[in-house]
């Protein structure tokens, strides 16, 4: 805590830092101390320096850089200085290039469209989205609002897919190569070679095919492939899905004994109970669950409800870290978590005798890995809530704990409320991955002769131990369609590029079985490229090879399987109606076949406990082994910067993909990586082994992680892909074997040479140790002081209220500041006050709920997309000199080295980007006022004024500013560290990883990504979060045009806000009192994050409430302690529950109908007038 | 001393200190006058590809709207430059009668671009800097600003030139005061008509039309006190 923003009252008496147990980040409602790294947690003496600097040191330096060497920069500086001057002195000419002929009716130059298409998510299933397309370029993605799914939300996989569209390292025409030689080709070569190679296999009934391709949902591929299959009956077509998640298809299959699909509804839970869950991350039904559990947890007023959440699981999971209760447990042993569970649950219900005698005849190998209480607390909990109980696995869990899952679910009457099981087409519930493994020694044999890849990678993402990269090679014919370079192209005889989703048509099914349409937002880029569903059909010859040059037959493919799928009386309507809004009307099913029969259930999961075995603890010599995904998948998306550069969920590391474990395990191994000291800390490699597989990987620690266990991530260490991502991080695929499955036992770890740089942005923009960062509660302590009102009084005479937020922070016992400096716009000391310059309408801001926020990202990445911010790279993110406008802070609880309830506990995330302070002080110190305010309450940051002397950036306490140290706006993104690999480490160097100052310019495709509405800046420029000013006032311009007086709740949103899926951020119009961030603002939990500083921050925040259970954890009920610790008279007049009350019930969850119904007032947004509906004649 | 310097040294201090003052006046004025958009950007008249466009002869003498090629000023940002096709509405061979005909030489270029559907490449007169967004014409038009405010007198330009600076000074000069250049929404495109009336307002003061007058009080009675005078209006 800094001497000057400390509360007199405290000066001088305690000492944050030699006490652990009273953070300066805040506390959690138990008193435990927030931090975000294990040296923030431990305060040591030479990490303090490191905080405090604002960049770490030499992040403002150009380079090591000799006298030489400056002299040989600044000469070619200023000899390009005379060249480029000169051809200055001339106005630049700039063209106007209008439509010529063809001149499309709907485009209106300035007024970007609005298109309604779906992206397939890998492994199947799909998002919503609404595509924006400024005259002909998409360039930025959002959800769709009323898909079933993305219900207006994004994922960061989905916002990021705008780059893979413009990115330039991808394959541009097809190359036809034979072992001599390599030729670039056109498509027209190879239909003419495929017309005669394909029709040699009707002889053969198609023996010698083999198709492999990419798990999709899709109706119209699903068609094509059987109409391959009808015509050459042996040849096979394989979709597979690399990342081991057979688990629960093959649990639920067995259960149930047809497939099926699992489709959760968490807004209908009051308790849900995760046994290694991630079911709001990287699942096909992703958004949809974060909606859920969005709607489930917030809280509106003081009368609200919210649900509890359990958590057993072996590393943090988004879920898991919002956990009321959280237990962290071994992979190995997380089955028994699941039994004792059921056991407890079924006995309780009486549901079936059978099964509760197998389950409690059943060998658990050891004892429970969790205590009896909380297991009897959690059964206790779900069922008292029944029907609006849920027990969610995860994929680590076996598949016979899956069918246990379901039996416990249905046990509880929860089937149909809080989770459906929907059945799933047998194809998509195949393990792909076990076809490829019986089909490799045939292809090494040579009896393939032809084998077709589309859109998958199977010679990387595939376990080493199959030897497919070999067997490949055997095969004579290797065609691959891919979007980009990657190691199964590399050998191919023909590589073909792919056509992205946002240049070609398809269609695709949602989680839930809802059909969406993808339309084209753009002609394919580059040289005719085709779709998977037109090259299968291509390859099936089913129409005349000229066909494809003239007309998109994806059009027809589709729309031919549409008019047999759909009875529609009237095809054209319905199918330009499913085109405008993205899906099919009333597809999508919630049916619960096959579990009607609960008694089959029961003995089917009766029969599989037999081959449940959980493993034995880990132990040093015998860990267990986890392989997980994250953000690159399989590594599909190891391309994409935006979602390299995304600070990983936990750990936030960027640009790589180290080993995790537990603080004590790496201790005992001796790998912890290097304290931070004003230098920034390397990670130690180590050799992890199983069963004689090995990977050599830095290590890095990530508390709340179970004991002798090893996380590994897949995705990393392309060897062939673009210049982004190419060698990033390690490939894990070694250490996998051929069954693919997630989770090894018997591991062992032993130290490696060398030791290798990580970048973590945990420690990044530190607010300078001030206090109450991140404020949390408990329900019960909501529910009481929620609608209080304090009055204050201090020893001036000054007086003021406070609500239930505040309380928690320093204004409950220190006074604002006041400024001497008398503002302008500020005629008073309340928001908005009449009279001031705040008093007319819009003023805006925005509210960002604690409880709900999870950390998955996904605003960052949009405002990244929306604002044209750039990626560094590596080396930058180390320097401190991320350009991300919106980061998200995440906090630990807890004490990470031990375990229990003393141990790490749940996870906080604040997302924070420029709060528009009213009195802002990085506008008083600017010299040459490039950062002002305006009357709409915005911070305004004017480019061409600001000279970079930094001054706002060094007083913003919330460090939200960030300059551009380089040109990285238009220079491409290669990364950065080939100087900083140290000898011997085993780890191949990235010569395109070069510094920005040596970096070329981005490639002309790569400029139709940038928002034409927002300024492109330049080196040496400071730049921060403007709220999506060119939202604003494209929105005020809309409104006007339309006669409107106020701009409406919901007429536009803020990228972060249009991408929340939790809806934790909400932007919007504070003195619109029908607003929703008006109410949201209302609700006693506000809080100004270091208000006290009266910077008087527009986005403020909610305090996190947990939801603990009385019979593990007394909640605290007056949380004041801060406050209670004074005494409460040293600053006199105050007076608990002054006025109560006064917030107003705000509506309910954003599912319920009257929610949804004023959500479907986005029909007059933005989005939907620019769209092509003829709406805005 | 004399053996020093010669008697003409006596008046070198006066001369030279003469000479700096009239040179740091002139840099001052100098660059006051030349180094401006006033000086720079005023009057810059590209040659047009083809024969060009005659503004003078289309929406002077012929008295064609504006609006009838810039379709979307009253929708958009951007005053769009017509499409190939607006041209050939009236350019297709044969459509004129001959004596109205401006023959191959002049439009030629115009069916050529047509045919092949390719745009002709016009060079822009009228450039923001990027950091500006975009200047609203849809709001402009709506406030009753004239097209002769910003573009001048457009029907008497044979080939287009820039007659305004479009220095942010000279924006917000309109800004503080709009009574000066507001006509109201129905007779911007009127541009005979509106340099004569502002013209006639600038000699008698107050003289605006009931419609105009409205728009100009309403202004002035806002926050603002005119036109939007924060940064984040243009510069985003």
Same mark, same amino acid.
């Given at each position: 805590?800094s001497?000057?923003?400390?509360c007199?009252?405290t000066k001088g008496?305690k000492d944050?830092k030699?006490?652990?147990a ?16 294990l040296d923030?947690f431990a305060g040591s003496g030479?990490f303090?320096?490191f ?5 770490p040191?030499?992040?403002?330096e150009?380079?090591k850089s000799?006298r030489?060497?400056?002299?040989q920069?600044?000469g070619?500086?200023v000899a390009l200085a ?5 051809p200055?002195?001339r106005?630049p ?5 209008? +439509?010529s ?10 007024? &970007?469209?609005f ?6 998510l890998p492994?199947g ?5 609404l ?5 002909g370029r ?9 898909h079933?799914?993305s219900?207006g939300?994004?994922s960061s996989?989905?916002?990021?897919s ?6 330039p390292?991808?394959?541009?025409q097809p190359?036809f190569r034979?072992?001599e030689?390599?030729?670039d080709?056109t498509w027209d070569?190879? %239909?003419a070679w495929?017309a005669?190679?394909?029709a040699?296999?009707d ?6 095919l083999v198709i492999?391709?990419?798990q ?6 699903d ?5 391959l299959?009808?015509r050459?009956p042996l040849?096979?077509?394989?979709a597979?899905d690399p ?10 299959r067995?259960?149930f004994?047809q &497939?099926h699909?699992e489709?959760l509804?968490?807004?209908?839970a009051?308790?849900?109970?995760s046994v290694?869950?991630d079911?709001?991350?990287y ?16 809280l509106d007023?003081t009368?609200?409800?919210?649900c509890?959440i359990?958590a057993?699981e ?9 956990a009321?209760h ?11 978590v699941?039994?004792e ?12 005798v059978d099964l509760l005698r ?6 658990a190998r050891?004892g429970?890995?969790?205590s ?9 909990d779900l069922v008292e ?10 994929q680590?869990l ?5 069918a246990?899952v379901?039996a416990?679910?249905?046990?509880l ?5 809080t989770?459906?099981y929907?059945?799933?087409d047998p ?8 076809e490829?493994?019986?089909?490799v020694?045939g292809m090494?044999?040579g009896?393939?002769?032809t084998?077709v890849?589309?859109?998958c990678?199977?010679?990387y993402d ?6 497919f990269?070999?067997?490949f090679k055997a095969v004579?014919?290797?065609i691959v369609?891919s979007?980009?370079p990657?190691?199964?192209?590399a050998?191919?005889?023909w590589?073909?590029?792919?056509a992205? +989703? ?7 099914a949602?989680a839930d079985?809802?059909?969406s ?7 394919p880029l580059y040289?005719?490229a ?7 059909a291509?390859?099936a010859?089913e ?11 994806? +059009?027809?493919?589709?729309?031919d399987?549409w008019a047999g799928?759909?009875d529609w009386s009237?095809?054209e ?6 085109l405008q809004n ?6 999508g ?15 089917n ?6 081959n449940?075995?959980p ?5 040093d010599?015998?860990l ?6 994250n953000n690159?998948y399989?590594?599909r998306?190891?391309?994409l &910067?935006w979602?390299?550069?995304?600070p990983?969920?936990g750990?936030?590391v960027c ?6 474990m537990?603080?004590?395990?790496a ?6 990586p290097d304290?931070?000291?004003v230098?920034? &800390?390397?990670a130690?490699?180590?050799?992890i082994?199983?069963?004689?597989r090995?990977?050599d ?6 508390p709340?992680?179970?004991?002798n ?8 260490? %392309? ?13 894990v ?8 499955t997630?989770?090894y ?6 130290p ?5 740089p ?6 990044h923009w ?8 991140? %404020?949390?509660?408990d329900?019960?302590a909501?529910?009481?002081h929620g609608d209080e009102k304090v ?7 000054e007086s ?11 204004l409950a016992?220190?006074?604002?500041n006041?400024?001497i400096y008398? #503002?302008?716009?500020n ?10 310059w705040?008093?007319?309408?819009p003023?805006w801001?925005?509210s960002i709920d604690?409880?709900l926020?999870?950390g998955?990202?996904?605003c960052t990445?949009a405002?990244q ?8 790279g590596k ?10 406008w919106?980061?998200?802070?995440r ?5 990470p080295?031990?375990?229990?309830s003393?141990?790490p506990?749940?996870?906080?995330? $604040?997302?924070v980007?420029c709060?528009?302070c009213?009195n802002?002080p ?7 006022n490039?950062?002002v /305010? ?19 950036a060094?007083n913003?306490?919330y460090?939200?500013r960030?300059f551009?140290f380089?040109?990285?706006g ?7 560290y ?5 000898e ?8 395109n990883?070069i ?5 070329e310019k981005l490639?002309?495709? $790569?400029k139709?990504?940038? #928002?034409p509405?927002?300024?492109v800046?330049?080196r040496?420029?400071m730049?921060?979060?403007t709220?999506?000013i060119?939202r604003?006032?494209?929105a005020r311009?809309e409104?006007?045009l339309q006669d409107?007086e106020?701009?409406?709740?919901g ?11 939790t ?8 003195l ?5 961030v008006?109410?949201?603002?209302k609700?006693g939990?506000d809080y100004a994050?270091?208000g006290?500083l009266?910077t008087?921050?527009r986005?403020t925040?909610k305090?996190?409430i947990g939801?603990p ?7 605290v009920?007056d949380?004041? /302690? ?12 105050d ?5 109560s009350?006064?917030?107003?019930a705000?509506?309910a969850s ?6 949804k ?7 007059v947004?933005l989005?939907?007038l620019g ?5 805005h004649a | 001393m004399?053996?020093?310097? =010669?008697?003409?040294?006596n008046?070198f201090p006066?001369v ?12 001052v ?8 958009p006033d000086f720079?950007?005023v009057g810059y008249m590209?040659?047009q590809?083809?024969? @060009? ?6 929406? @002077?003498k ?7 090629c810039h379709t979307?000023v009253?929708d958009?940002?951007?005053s769009?430059?017509p499409?190939v *096709? ?7 061979e ?8 401006p023959?191959v ?5 115009i ?7 390719e745009?002709i =490449? ?8 990027g950091?500006v @967004?975009?200047f609203?014409h849809?709001?402009?038009?709506r ?7 910003c573009h ?5 330009m =044979? ?5 305004? *600076?479009l220095?942010? @000074?000279?924006c917000?000069d ?5 009574e000066?250049h507001?006509v109201?929404p *129905?007779?911007?495109t009127?541009?005979v ?6 013209a006639?307002?600038?000699?008698n =003061?107050g ?9 100009i009080?309403a202004?002035?009675? *806002?926050k603002?006190e005119g036109?939007p005078?924060?940064?984040g209006?243009?510069?985003?």
């Amino acid at each position: 805590m800094s001497s000057l923003d400390q509360c007199p009252s405290t000066k001088g008496k305690k000492d944050p830092k030699a006490d652990p147990a009273s953070s300066v980040n805040g506390n959690s409602p138990q008193g435990k101390a927030m931090w975000r790294s294990l040296d923030e947690f431990a305060g040591s003496g030479e990490f303090q320096p490191f905080l405090e600097r604002e960049f770490p040191s030499g992040a403002s330096e150009l380079l090591k850089s000799s006298r030489r060497t400056f002299m040989q920069i600044m000469g070619g500086a200023v000899a390009l200085a005379g060249a480029a001057t000169l051809p200055g002195c001339r106005r630049p000419d700039h063209k106007i290039m209008t +439509y010529s002929r063809e001149v499309p009716e709907e485009v209106i130059p300035g007024k &970007p469209l609005f298109y309604a298409s779906a992206m397939p998510l890998p492994g199947g299933g799909a998002e919503g989205v609404l595509v924006r397309s400024n005259v002909g370029r998409p360039t930025f993605v959002e959800g769709n609002p009323r898909h079933s799914v993305s219900q207006g939300s994004s994922s960061s996989w989905s916002i990021a897919s705008i780059l893979s569209l413009y990115d330039p390292d991808r394959l541009k025409q097809p190359v036809f190569r034979t072992a001599e030689q390599e030729r670039d080709a056109t498509w027209d070569d190879f %239909r003419a070679w495929s017309a005669g190679h394909f029709a040699e296999f009707d002889a053969t009934n198609g023996q010698g095919l083999v198709i492999l391709a990419d798990q999709m949902t899709s109706p119209t591929r699903d068609a094509v492939r059987d109409r391959l299959r009808a015509r050459w009956p042996l040849a096979q077509f394989i979709a597979y899905d690399p990342t081991g998640r057979d688990n629960k298809v093959n649990g639920l299959r067995l259960a149930f004994g047809q &497939p099926h699909g699992e489709l959760l509804s968490l807004e209908n839970a009051d308790v849900i109970v995760s046994v290694d869950a991630d079911p709001t991350r990287y699942e096909s039904a992703s958004l949809k669950n974060s909606r859920g559990f969005g709607a489930a947890r917030r809280l509106d007023s003081t009368s609200d409800t919210m649900c509890r959440i359990y958590a057993a699981e072996c590393n943090y999971t988004p879920l898991g870290g919002m956990a009321d209760h959280r237990e962290v447990v071994a992979p190995s042993r997380l089955p028994v978590v699941v039994v004792e569970i059921a056991k407890r649950v079924l006995a309780a219900t009486g549901a079936d005798v059978d099964l509760l005698r197998r389950l409690n005849a059943w060998d658990a190998r050891g004892g429970s890995p969790v205590s009896v209480e909380w297991l009897d607390a959690v059964a206790e909990d779900l069922v008292e809530a029944g029907g609006r109980g849920v027990l969610i696995a995860g994929q680590t869990l076996p598949a016979e704990a899956h069918a246990l899952v379901a039996a416990v679910n249905r046990a509880l009457g929860a089937v149909d409320t809080t989770v459906s099981y929907v059945p799933l087409d047998p194809e998509a519930a195949k393990d792909g991955v076990g076809e490829i493994a019986e089909l490799v020694g045939g292809m090494r044999r040579g009896r393939v002769k032809t084998c077709v890849v589309l859109n998958c990678n199977p010679c990387y993402d595939l376990p080493t131990e199959l030897g497919f990269e070999e067997a490949f090679k055997a095969v004579s014919n290797r065609i691959v369609l891919s979007e980009g370079p990657s190691e199964t192209a590399a050998h191919a005889t023909w590589q073909l590029n792919a056509a992205t +989703y946002l240049e070609s048509w398809g269609d695709v099914a949602a989680a839930d079985g809802g059909v969406s349409t993808i339309q084209p937002l753009i002609a394919p880029l580059y040289d005719g490229a085709l779709s998977e569903i037109e090259l299968l059909a291509l390859i099936a010859a089913e129409r005349d090879p000229a066909e494809f040059d003239v007309q998109p037959a994806g +059009y027809d493919l589709v729309r031919d399987v549409w008019a047999g799928r759909f009875d529609w009386s009237d095809f054209e309507t319905n199918w330009k109606r499913t085109l405008q809004n993205g899906f099919a009307a009333g597809t999508g099913s919630s049916g619960t076949e096959g579990i009607s029969n609960a008694s089959v259930l029961y003995r089917n999961t009766a029969e599989l406990l037999g081959n449940l075995r959980p493993g034995a603890e880990p132990t040093d010599g015998a860990l267990d082994v986890v392989v997980t995904i994250n953000n690159m998948y399989d590594g599909r998306y190891a391309n994409l &910067p935006w979602l390299q550069e995304l600070p990983q969920f936990g750990t936030m590391v960027c640009w790589d993909n180290p080993a995790l474990m537990s603080p004590r395990t790496a201790e005992r191994f001796g790998l912890t990586p290097d304290p931070y000291e004003v230098k920034i &800390p390397k990670a130690q490699m180590a050799t992890i082994t199983v069963d004689g597989r090995s990977v050599d990987m830095p290590v890095w620690i990530m508390p709340g992680m179970a004991e002798n266990t090893v996380v590994l991530t897949q995705g990393y260490g %392309r060897r062939v892909c673009g210049v982004v991502g190419t060698g990033v991080g390690f490939d894990v695929q070694p250490i996998r074997d051929t069954s693919g499955t997630r989770v090894y036992t018997n591991a062992t770890v032993s130290p490696a040479q060398g030791k290798y740089p990580i970048s973590s942005t945990q420690n990044h923009w530190s607010m300078e140790s001030r206090t109450s960062i991140v %404020r949390t509660a408990d329900l019960p302590a909501y529910q009481k002081h929620g609608d209080e009102k304090v009055k204050k009084k201090d020893s001036y005479g000054e007086s003021w209220k406070i609500g239930f937020g505040e309380m928690l922070g320093e204004l409950a016992h220190t006074p604002p500041n006041i400024s001497i400096y008398e #503002n302008p716009y500020n005629e008073s000391q309340a928001d908005a006050a009449e009279g001031s310059w705040y008093s007319e309408r819009p003023q805006w801001g925005v509210s960002i709920d604690l409880s709900l926020c999870m950390g998955c990202g996904a605003c960052t990445v949009a405002c990244q997309s929306e604002n044209n911010i750039p990626s560094v790279g590596k080396t930058e993110v180390r320097k401190g000199r991320e350009m991300t406008w919106l980061r998200v802070d995440r906090y630990f609880t807890g004490d990470p080295y031990s375990s229990g309830s003393e141990g790490p506990g749940q996870l906080y995330h $604040q997302p924070v980007a420029c709060v528009h302070c009213e009195n802002a002080p990085c506008e008083t110190v600017c010299p040459v006022n490039a950062t002002v /305010h305006g009357p709409t309450g915005l911070n305004y940051m004017v480019y061409n004024r600001c000279i970079g002397t930094r001054y706002c950036a060094n007083n913003c306490p919330y460090k939200v500013r960030r300059f551009n140290f380089f040109d990285y706006g238009v220079k491409r993104i290669n990364g950065g560290y080939r100087d900083e690999i140290p000898e011997g480490t085993p780890k191949p160097n990235n010569i395109n990883l070069i510094p920005p100052r040596l970096r070329e310019k981005l490639a002309e495709i $790569q400029k139709m990504k940038m #928002n034409p509405d927002v300024t492109v800046r330049s080196r040496g420029v400071m730049e921060k979060c403007t709220y999506c000013i060119q939202r604003i006032n494209a929105a005020r311009y809309e409104a006007k045009l339309q006669d409107l007086e106020n701009i409406p709740d919901g007429f536009f949103q803020s990228a972060c806000h249009s991408a929340c899926a939790t809806g934790a951020i909400v932007f919007g119009d504070i003195l619109d009192e029908s607003s929703r961030v008006a109410k949201a603002k209302k609700d006693g939990r506000d809080y100004a994050l270091l208000g006290y500083l009266n910077t008087r921050p527009r986005t403020t925040y909610k305090v996190a409430i947990g939801n603990p259970n009385p019979k593990l954890r007394e909640p605290v009920v007056d949380p004041f /302690h801060h406050h209670d610790s004074h005494g409460g008279d040293s600053h006199g007049g105050d007076s608990h529950g002054g006025d109560s009350g006064s917030a107003e019930a705000a509506g309910a969850s954003f599912l319920d109908p009257f929610k949804k119904n004023s959500d479907d007032g986005y029909a007059v947004s933005l989005r939907v007038l620019g769209a092509a509906t003829g709406v805005h004649a | 001393m004399s053996v020093l310097f =010669p008697r003409w040294m006596n008046a070198f201090p006066t001369v030279s200190a003469g000479i700096a003052a009239g040179g740091l006046v002139s840099a001052v004025v100098g660059t006051w006058y030349w180094a401006t958009p006033d000086f720079w950007e005023v009057g810059y008249m590209p040659t047009q590809p083809g024969g @060009g466009f005659n503004h003078q002869l289309h929406s @002077g003498k012929l008295g064609m709207d504006c609006r009838y090629c810039h379709t979307n000023v009253e929708d958009s940002y951007h005053s769009n430059v017509p499409t190939v *096709s607006t041209c050939m509405g009236c350019h297709t061979e044969g459509k004129l009668a001959p004596e109205y005909d401006p023959g191959v030489e002049l439009v030629g270029f115009i069916r050529e671009a047509y045919a092949e559907d390719e745009s002709i =490449p016009w060079r822009k007169v009228h450039h923001l800097p990027g950091y500006v @967004g975009h200047f609203p014409h849809h709001m402009h038009v709506r406030a009753g600003v004239s097209c002769y405010s910003c573009h001048g007198q457009i029907v008497g330009m =044979p080939v287009v030139y820039q007659a305004e *600076s479009l220095s942010m @000074g000279w924006c917000l000069d309109c800004h503080r005061n709009p009574e000066e250049h507001i006509v109201g929404p *129905s007779r911007v495109t009127d541009l005979v008509w509106v340099e004569e009336h502002l013209a006639e307002r600038e000699r008698n =003061p107050g003289n605006a039309t009931p419609e105009a007058q409205a728009i100009i009080d309403a202004l002035h009675a *806002s926050k603002a006190e005119g036109g939007p005078q924060n940064c984040g209006a243009c510069h985003h």
